[in-house]
């Protein structure tokens, strides 16, 4: 271990990953709780899937939007303020959900509020992390986004029994208020970069070809939406999110088509929560050794491989499969997307950077979801909207083989 990051005892790198993890654990708790509550929206109000599903559409989009501002603001002023207030902020939206009575409260409370607090989630702990991390990078923000896949299996588990036992306005008020506590607490411990407290980022011992761009040749934003590189990594992270999150907005509803009983639908999405750990800590791990374009090759074709799986099947038991192998891709491309940004491009300017990327995802995951609800509404079944994820995924492959080592980039 590098004797300068340790020269007083402990490295409080460690601290940041462990704070980033919890914080991300509440934010994707209340936001894969929203899988439980489609149904329980859908028999109250009488509304379509594609409106429904334009909540979490809108959420995405003010994350992404909002991901490139905020980015910024994490550069200057660090992450433990930002994410304070944008705790509260997603927290009071989620506990606001339980007064309403309208298709317009639900796009404003979980739409707009939540879509605005999400937005900091990973521009402030990812960039974070990976200004505290060089060696072990992809491991730690594996690790970081590991209580991201816990909260995936938390949320839903923990929503269906409040769901049972109280209704949904009560999980609403209850989750959103247990989320904005555990934010505001765990953010108090971040801190912007090793820098500001006189010691430096766990780094390599010896350099290596396959490592991370060294800091010295960092690229401001000007120079990095110059090179190729950069623009793949949008591109293909629009693919990615347009497909994750049009699964995850729509599992829940396609398991009880399929025959499940509601619960054990909501255990197809914690399963592939807790799948998606695997994925984070293993394409993380992986990521430190073979690099960006070799992980996400990794990543798309295991998602084409569970599209293929889900869309060939009436069994509904084989939706657990299903939820393993998509789970491991899930999480993976969670888990190497801010450390790709941090190899090709160094942390000079790796918040907006990665808010850019991220903003382009979010566009993804916006149009994903109510393209894939709409497919429904017309056809009453969710195969050509498979369809039309595995070519989103098949583009987001072809789009990599283009990415480029830094040292060939042409900034």
Not at 96 to 105: D, K, P, R, T
Request: hydrophobic letters at 50%; a neutral charge; one cysteine or more.
């Amino acid at each position: 271990m590098d004797q300068q990051a340790t020269r007083q005892g402990f490295f409080y790198g460690y601290l940041i990953v462990g704070a980033s993890s919890i914080i991300q654990m509440m934010f994707l708790s209340c936001m894969f709780a929203y899988g439980v509550l489609f149904k329980e929206l859908e028999s109250e109000f009488g509304w379509s899937r594609a409106a429904i599903a334009g909540a979490p559409s809108l959420m995405m989009l003010m994350m992404g939007t909002l991901g490139i501002f905020l980015g910024r603001v994490n550069d200057v002023a660090g992450p433990r303020l930002l994410l304070t207030l944008t705790g509260v902020l997603y927290g009071v939206g989620f506990m606001l959900m339980y007064q309403m009575n309208s298709l317009w409260e639900l796009y404003l409370f979980f739409g707009v509020m939540g879509g605005l607090g999400l937005a900091s989630h990973d521009v402030a702990t990812l960039s974070t992390v990976n200004r505290w991390f060089i060696r072990f990078r992809g491991l730690m923000t594996g690790i970081v986004k590991s209580g991201a896949g816990l909260g995936q299996v938390i949320g839903p588990i923990a929503a269906s029994f409040l769901v049972i036992t109280y209704g949904w306005r009560i999980t609403c008020l209850l989750m959103g208020l247990f989320a904005m506590v555990g934010i505001v607490l765990a953010s108090q411990l971040m801190r912007r970069d090793p820098e500001g407290m006189q010691t430096l980022p766990l780094s390599e011992p010896h350099s290596n070809n396959r490592g991370p761009a060294p800091e010295s040749a960092s690229l401001s934003f000007e120079e990095a939406w110059k090179t190729r590189s950069f623009w793949i990594l949008c591109l293909a992270k629009f693919a990615d999110l347009f497909c994750l999150v049009s699964v995850i907005s729509h599992i829940v509803p396609h398991g009880i088509d399929l025959g499940l009983n509601p619960t054990v639908a909501v255990t197809v999405l914690s399963t592939i929560g807790g799948c998606s750990i695997i994925g984070r800590l293993v394409l993380g791990s992986l990521f430190d050794r073979i690099g960006p374009q070799r992980s996400l090759w990794i990543c798309f074709s295991l998602l084409l491989l569970g599209l293929m799986l889900i869309l060939h099947t009436e069994d509904s038991s084989l939706l657990f499969v299903f939820a393993l192998i998509y789970g491991i891709s899930h999480g993976g491309f969670f888990a190497v997307a801010s450390p790709s940004v941090a190899h090709y491009f160094g942390t000079r300017s790796h918040g907006i950077l990665f808010g850019t990327v991220l903003f382009f995802g979010a566009l993804g995951g916006t149009v994903g979801p109510i393209a894939t609800g709409r497919i429904y509404d017309l056809y009453q079944s969710y195969d050509n909207a498979f369809m039309m994820l595995m070519v989103f995924t098949c583009i987001g492959f072809l789009l990599t083989l283009g990415l480029k080592h830094p040292k060939m980039l042409n900034p």
